[in-house]
Nanobody, 115 residues
């Protein structure tokens, strides 16, 4: 079982930056995928960024060049650095871990981009 807790959300003006953090507890395997999803009101949850064991990363086109996903060497922490934020980035952001055929979610953290 894996538990995920996100932090770092908040209100920011357009063009600003935020850094989301997620800490995982429980049994974390070396081979897994750690990522961030988001869900805006009235929209489906979408993958924002993923970090695959071994160092590969994947980003949705709308955040490429603005967001950076990283994880620490213990595989317990995953981060999402968000720069040049836009109003359309407003959503609840969820941390996700996929391993051994299981899918784990955090409770979500609200990011609001508004002037």
């Amino acid at each position: 079982q894996v538990q995920l807790v996100e932090s770092g959300g908040g209100l920011v003006q357009p063009g600003g930056s935020l850094r989301l953090s997620c800490v995982a507890s429980g049994t974390i395997f070396e081979i897994n995928i750690m990522g961030w999803y988001r869900q805006a009101p009235g929209k489906e949850r979408e993958l924002v960024a993923a970090h695959i064991s071994g160092g590969r990363t994947h980003y949705v086109d709308s955040v490429k060049g603005r967001f950076t996903i990283s994880r620490d060497n213990t595989n317990k922490w995953v981060y999402l650095q968000m720069n040049s934020l836009k109003p359309e980035d407003t959503a609840v952001y969820y941390c996700n871990v996929q391993q051994e055929g299981n899918n784990y979610w955090g409770q979500g953290t609200q990011v609001t981009v508004s002037s």
